[in-house]
């Protein structure tokens, strides 16, 4: 599904991604953990396409197609979707209107005809009970004003509604109370299947209690500087990343 | 090439004067000629002129046919039905031919009881002669300028319009503005006093056409009074073509407590002047002034307005905002005066501008001067680029970038658009917004 190999990212002169290797296969769930500064976010802008970010090295092969040469539409439409840590608010664009605007281009890139407006609904109405939001959020402009819980769960309804084939949840944790929590990770848990992979990139323990991940990863200055199973994840709850960072620092002093 | 003599248009002055010989008029006039003779054209060096002035100024290095240059006219039916906008079927439609207003080519279909509309020269002997003398010209106190002065000097064939007392206008009044530019470069100086009486209502649209190849010059002076308890909406489509420019002058005073909406929208022509004035002179007056410019080319609007608060407890609120793409220009300055007897003002202004070129600019300047204690103001503008991180975020849901941008400029003239009260005009000015905005991508 996805296969980043030996990628470098820098922004405005600076590296951030120092050589990533990562590869995701088809049904499989990724957490990717590490601390402030580590470069967790600057992966997903880059694999997005955010284009403030620049690939200096290595390569993202998404499906079999090379991603880095695509815009950031067509890796969409191709079927990647990021979960924004910080949702934009757009105001006087309504996210109905937006959510169909944006199934309909990806459906004409797949040569498909446009849905009409009866079969939107119909498929609107059954994510919304997928995901638990309510629904007069849907005719307001795209985020505004919404709490930060709102913000987290019109992500996933977005999910729900563009049924990509890879998801990076980028800290969808942040900010959320123990509830909205629940409900968010429940939805992203009722669109999980065998065809669908998730990168979940975050701080903590506790989204993964929900998602139980099926690889942990640990991010590093840059680099994955540790691969492991939710046990891993379990052991940095614990002990924090002070604890790698120390056993790195012997490995390179020999 | 030089600019064109005064005495070109003492000439003309002197032509129109001795066809008209209305006493009122022809004093009036003459008293406007000697204010343009000592003011001449606009220079960059008034401040109220900074940006426009010199572009102004050379719209004066040719010759223009004036209306006092008697001619038959030759407009047609088909012509006026290209211009028409939509929700004419219930309107008034107010003919103007080169700046003259033709009643045999307009439609009044508001009855007498309501609505009374006739040539400025038939009103002034009428029994509305007491209105016309008392508010005609009274804008001038506030616009002390020679391109100003230079409408006065010529009116001729301007129009009246009165809104009876305690009627509802149902049908709004569409001026048509018509340029028959065919033969020769015209300068057309329409002149228009409307009264609006004591607890009416009534809905006022303008729009402009250039027929023909050559250049077109609209120096126009609106002037409308807002009685008690009476409701004005008034609304300017500027959509002519790049040959046809024009310094438009709207000036509305409220004389008793009464609710203004005004809302300007330019889309394309080749260097407009807008002056949007309102007066409060009475206490507990409300006003509202919208204005939407999308600009390409070189398109080059200036939106000046001046709210003058005279009286306590009156609240106005003005939003402008612009999109410039191309090497356009677009002018923003608002002025706002509280002056000593307006306590308790509540007045507001702001102003967004977006720019899409590296060759596109913009001027603003909002400005305040208060001179009472016990008031509410505030002012502001801001100039920038589409929202990268709103772009970002549409793209990376699969929506292209070019849509992605007309998605996000629409929604930024959404709120200005959306205060067209009338729903036929309203869609109207959507359809062209919409087409004009990915017009805009489609050039990149």
């Given at each position: 599904?996805?296969?980043?190999?030996n990628?470098h990212?820098s922004v405005?002169?600076t590296?951030?991604?120092?050589?990533?290797?990562?590869?995701?296969?088809?049904?499989?769930?990724?957490?990717?953990?590490?601390?402030?500064?580590?470069?967790?976010?600057?992966l997903?802008?880059?694999?997005?396409g955010?284009?403030?970010?620049?690939?200096?090295?290595?390569?993202?092969e998404?499906?079999?197609?090379?991603?880095?040469?695509?815009s950031?539409?067509?890796?969409?439409?191709?079927?990647?979707f990021?979960?924004?840590?910080?949702?934009?608010?757009?105001?006087?664009?309504?996210?109905?209107?937006?959510?169909k605007?944006?199934?309909?281009?990806?459906?004409?890139?797949?040569?498909?005809?446009?849905?009409?407006?009866?079969?939107?609904?119909?498929?609107?109405?059954?994510?919304?009970?997928?995901?638990?939001?309510?629904?007069?959020?849907?005719?307001r402009?795209?985020?505004?004003?919404?709490s930060?819980?709102?913000?987290?769960?019109?992500e996933?309804?977005?999910?729900?509604?563009?049924?990509?084939?890879l998801?990076?949840?980028?800290?969808?944790?942040?900010?959320?109370?123990i509830?909205?929590?629940?409900?968010?990770?429940?939805?992203?848990?009722?669109?999980?299947?065998e065809?669908?992979?998730?990168?979940?990139?975050?701080h903590?323990?506790r989204?993964?209690?929900?998602?139980?991940?099926?690889?942990?990863?640990?991010?590093?200055?840059?680099?994955?500087?540790?691969?492991?199973?939710k046990?891993?994840?379990l052991?940095?709850?614990?002990?924090?990343y002070?604890?790698?960072?120390?056993?790195?620092?012997?490995?390179?002093t020999? | 090439?030089?600019?064109?003599?005064?005495?070109y248009f003492?000439?003309?002055?002197?032509r129109?004067?001795s066809?008209?010989?209305?006493?009122?008029?022809?004093?009036?006039?003459?008293?406007?000629?000697?204010?343009?003779?000592?003011?001449?054209?606009?220079?960059?060096?008034?401040?109220?002129?900074k940006?426009?002035?010199?572009?102004?100024?050379?719209?004066f290095?040719q010759?223009y046919?004036?209306?006092?240059?008697?001619?038959?006219?030759?407009?047609?039916?088909?012509?006026?039905?290209?211009?028409r906008?939509?929700?004419?079927?219930?309107?008034?439609?107010?003919?103007?031919?080169?700046?003259?207003?033709?009643?045999e080519?307009?439609?009044?279909?508001?009855?007498?009881?309501?609505l009374?509309?006739?040539?400025?020269?038939?009103?002034?002997?009428?029994?509305?002669?007491?209105?016309?003398?008392e508010?005609?010209?009274?804008s001038?106190?506030?616009?002390?300028?020679?391109?100003?002065?230079?409408?006065t000097?010529?009116?001729?064939?301007?129009?009246?319009?009165?809104?009876?007392?305690?009627?509802?206008?149902?049908?709004?009044?569409y001026?048509?503005?018509?340029?028959?530019?065919?033969?020769?470069?015209?300068?057309a100086?329409?002149?228009?006093?409307?009264?609006?009486?004591?607890?009416?209502?009534?809905?006022?649209v303008?729009?402009?056409k250039t027929?023909?190849?050559?250049?077109?010059?609209?120096?126009?002076?609106v002037?409308?009074?807002?009685?008690?308890?009476?409701?004005?909406?008034?609304y300017?489509?500027?959509?002519?073509?790049i040959?046809?420019s024009?310094?438009?002058?709207?000036?509305?005073?409220?004389?008793?407590?009464?609710?203004?909406?005004?809302?300007?929208?330019?889309?394309?022509?080749?260097?407009?002047?807008?002056?949007?004035?309102?007066?409060?002179?009475a206490e507990?007056?409300?006003?509202?002034?919208?204005?939407?410019?999308?600009?390409?080319?070189?398109?080059?609007?200036?939106?000046?307005?001046?709210?003058?608060?005279?009286?306590?407890?009156?609240?106005?609120?003005e939003?402008?905002?612009?999109?410039?793409?191309?090497?356009?220009?677009g002018?923003?300055?608002?002025?706002?005066?509280?002056?000593?007897?307006?306590?308790?003002?509540?007045?507001?202004?702001?102003?967004?501008?977006?720019?899409?070129?590296?060759?596109a600019?913009?001027?603003?300047?909002?400005?305040?001067?208060?001179?009472?204690?016990?008031?509410?103001?505030?002012?502001?503008?801001?100039?920038?680029?589409?929202?990268?991180?709103?772009?970002f975020?549409?793209?990376?849901?699969?929506i292209?970038?070019?849509?992605?941008?007309?998605?996000?400029?629409?929604?930024?003239?959404?709120?200005?658009?959306?205060?067209?009260?009338?729903e036929?005009?309203?869609e109207?000015?959507?359809e062209?917004?919409?087409?004009?905005?990915?017009?805009?991508?489609?050039?990149?």
């Open positions: 599904m996805l296969s980043i190999k990628l990212a405005e002169g590296e951030i991604l120092k050589g990533i290797n990562l590869q995701v296969n088809t049904g499989e769930v990724h957490a990717i953990m590490g601390p402030n500064g580590s470069g967790k976010s600057t997903a802008s880059v694999l997005a955010r284009e403030d970010y620049e690939v200096t090295e290595g390569s993202v998404f499906d079999g197609k090379n991603m880095l040469e695509l950031p539409e067509d890796r969409a439409r191709e079927g990647l990021l979960a924004f840590q910080y949702p934009v608010e757009i105001p006087g664009v309504s996210t109905n209107n937006f959510i605007t944006a199934l309909n281009e990806k459906r004409k890139y797949h040569g498909q005809p446009p849905l009409d407006a009866v079969s939107f609904m119909k498929l609107m109405k059954e994510k919304i009970k997928l995901v638990e939001i309510d629904k007069s959020l849907l005719t402009s795209i985020n505004e004003g919404f930060g819980g709102e913000k987290k769960k019109n996933i309804f977005q999910m729900a509604m563009l049924e990509p084939k998801t990076i949840l980028d800290e969808t944790d942040s900010g959320l109370d509830d909205a929590l629940r409900i968010v990770a429940s939805g992203v848990n009722k669109l999980r299947n065809n669908r992979s998730i990168i979940v990139i975050t903590y323990q989204l993964l209690d929900y998602l139980q991940p099926d690889f942990v990863h640990v991010l590093l200055n840059g680099k994955i500087v540790r691969n492991g199973t046990e891993l994840a052991e940095l709850e614990e002990r924090g002070d604890f790698i960072k120390e056993e790195i620092n012997e490995t390179s020999i | 090439m030089a600019q064109i003599k005064l005495e003492g000439e003309k002055f002197n129109l004067q066809l008209d010989q209305d006493a009122f008029l022809t004093n009036f006039r003459k008293e406007a000629f000697e204010t343009f003779n000592n003011k001449g054209l606009p220079t960059i060096k008034n401040e109220e002129w940006y426009s002035g010199a572009l102004v100024s050379n719209l290095k010759e046919q004036l209306p006092g240059d008697a001619k038959q006219l030759s407009v047609s039916a088909a012509d006026i039905d290209e211009m906008l939509p929700g004419f079927e219930r309107a008034n439609e107010l003919i103007f031919v080169n700046g003259k207003f033709v009643s080519l307009s439609t009044i279909r508001s009855s007498e009881e309501q009374v509309v006739m040539p400025l020269e038939e009103a002034e002997n009428s029994s509305y002669k007491k209105i016309v003398k508010h005609l010209g009274k001038n106190i506030f616009i002390n300028d020679g391109i100003y002065s230079l409408n000097s010529f009116i001729f064939g301007g129009v009246f319009i009165f809104v009876k007392r305690k009627q509802e206008v149902n049908n709004p009044v001026l048509y503005h018509i340029s028959d530019a065919r033969d020769n470069h015209i300068l100086q329409p002149r228009s006093l409307v009264f609006v009486d004591e607890r009416s209502k009534v809905q006022v303008e729009s402009y027929i023909g190849s050559m250049d077109s010059f609209t120096n126009e002076v002037e409308i009074v807002v009685n008690t308890d009476a409701i004005l909406e008034y300017k489509i500027q959509n002519d073509r040959s046809a024009q310094v438009s002058t709207t000036h509305i005073r409220q004389i008793g407590k009464s609710f203004v909406h005004t809302l300007v929208l330019s889309l394309n022509g080749g260097i407009i002047r807008n002056n949007t004035n309102i007066i409060m002179e507990g007056n409300e006003a509202h002034m919208y204005g939407l410019y999308l600009l390409k080319g070189k398109t080059h609007v200036d939106n000046h307005t001046l709210v003058d608060n005279k009286m306590p407890n009156c609240f106005s609120n939003l402008y905002k612009g999109v410039i793409d191309g090497s356009a220009t002018v923003f300055s608002g002025k706002i005066y509280v002056r000593p007897d307006a306590q308790k003002t509540n007045a507001y202004q702001s102003n967004n501008n977006i720019l899409l070129s590296d060759n600019s913009v001027n603003s300047k909002p400005q305040l001067e208060i001179y009472a204690d016990d008031v509410k103001c505030s002012h502001g503008c801001t100039v920038g680029r589409l929202d990268e991180e709103a772009l975020y549409l793209r990376a849901r699969g292209s970038k070019e849509q992605a941008q007309a998605m996000l400029l629409q929604a930024f003239a959404s709120n200005i658009v959306e205060q067209i009260k009338i036929a005009l309203r109207y000015a959507e062209l917004i919409t087409a004009r905005l990915s017009e805009v991508n489609r050039e990149e």
